[in-house]
């Protein structure tokens, strides 16, 4: 049976719809993001773990949020030409979406029924993190303080399974 995490879909910044399955068979992780959060320069952290795992099957799927502190006031589009001109993100960026609430997107809904935090499912704020297995299961989820460079050990043992 296909992971449920497979059946569900997100949008390019631009609109354009991507179907989850697109990403069968590799390790996902999945961050909120936001482009004036004193988080951000995790970003560097982030690009640097999908250069450097990128062709073996590692991928990092970014979800702009404004939900916390108003850290991602930009337009869809404006928000991908920073991460990439200031940042210098390479990996993908979906349109901007809610994390908590009525409003949240599928695909947080799905991860934070699967992997509850330290205060219930709810998330606590920009650069949360979820790791999502080969098959399509979340294995992991860290808080926003966590940096990049902690999750390492992880990947590299999932993607020598």
């Known amino acids: 049976m296909a992971s449920e995490f497979y059946q569900l879909s997100v949008n390019t910044p631009q609109g354009k719809p991507v179907a989850l399955d697109t990403y069968k068979g590799k390790l996902v992780l999945i961050v909120n993001t936001a482009t004036q ?23 990092i799927l970014g979800f702009p949020c404004n939900q916390f502190g108003g850290q991602e006031p ?11 001109l200031n940042h210098g993100v390479t990996f993908p960026l979906f349109e901007k979406i809610a994390v908590n609430g009525p409003e949240a997107h599928p695909v947080f809904k799905y991860l934070k029924s699967k992997l ?31 940096k990049p460079e902690a999750i390492e050990p992880y990947i590299q043992k999932l993607l020598s399974e």
């Open 116 to 146: 509850g935090g330290l205060f219930g499912s709810r998330i606590k704020w920009n650069f949360t993190k979820f790791l999502v297995n080969k098959e399509g299961k979340p294995v992991k989820r860290w808080g926003p303080i966590v």
């Open 74 to 84: 930009l337009k869809n589009e404006e928000m991908e030409s920073v991460c990439q």
């Open 37 to 59: 959060c004193g988080l951000t320069p995790q970003f560097a952290g982030l690009e640097k773990l999908y250069q450097q795992y990128k062709d073996q099957g590692f991928v």
